[in-house]
T-cell receptor
């Protein structure tokens, strides 16, 4: 298996623009997670899905962030409008259970 | 509230043994996981403990004491490539939350 696939790997955008991050989980994994990592705040869980259903979205910072999982092989995290403070590395992870997660390579987002 | 505490940094010598502790405070508990992350890389899964005791995987071992809300990761025969950040994580079975600690940066001296 190719592992968790994320795209794009790097994204540079201007404040106010919409950003869409994409994730393809490992086939057969029931859980999908979105994380954000910064030096200041560390690794933060934003939202996770079980069988395509959002279970916990309490980590989503505000209404500008939204995540969808239309099917078992694809998920998106959208930021609209983006702000400089959203600059971070965003990781997607998947797993058969919540306690054993396999992370993608991440998307480095820079908002200027 | 829910929290995980682990030291921010630990330093050890190549070839030695190091222990990274993690204490947690959650309303419910499903198990304790450990992840390794090298600079510029993604976290990788190391181990998981749901029951009390020690789990060994090669040079790495992980321990859990549910009664003490405490666990640790033990790294033996340290190698320079073990220099990384190590995160503990807990899944709370009462509210389905997954919480990561802030990570312990392990420095290894030659």
């Amino acid at each position: 298996d190719a592992g968790v696939i994320q795209s794009p790997r790097h994204e540079v955008t201007e404040m106010g623009q919409e950003v869409t991050l994409r994730c393809k989980p490992i086939s057969g994994h029931d859980y999908l997670f979105w994380y954000r990592q910064t030096m200041m705040r560390g690794l933060e869980l934003l939202i996770y899905f079980n069988n395509n259903v959002p279970i916990d979205d309490s980590g989503m910072p505000e209404d500008r962030f939204s995540a969808k999982m239309p099917n078992a092989s694809f998920s998106t995290l959208k930021i609209q409008p983006s702000e400089p403070r959203d600059s971070a590395v965003y990781f997607c992870a998947s797993g058969l259970a919540g306690h054993e997660q396999y992370f993608g390579p991440g998307t480095r987002l820079t908002v200027t | 509230g829910q929290s995980l505490e682990q030291p921010s940094e630990v330093t050890a010598v190549e070839g030695a043994i190091v222990q990274i502790n993690c204490t947690y405070q959650t309303s419910g508990f499903y198990g304790l996981s450990w992840y390794q992350q090298h600079d510029g890389g993604a976290p990788t899964f190391l181990s998981y403990n749901a029951l009390d005791g020690l789990e060994e995987t090669g040079r790495f071992s992980s321990f859990l004491s549910r009664s003490d809300s405490y666990g640790y990761l033990l790294l033996q025969e340290l190698q320079m490539k073990d220099s990384a950040s190590y995160f503990c994580a807990v899944r709370d079975d009462r509210d389905d939350k997954i919480i990561f600690g802030k990570g312990t940066r392990l420095h290894i001296l030659p």
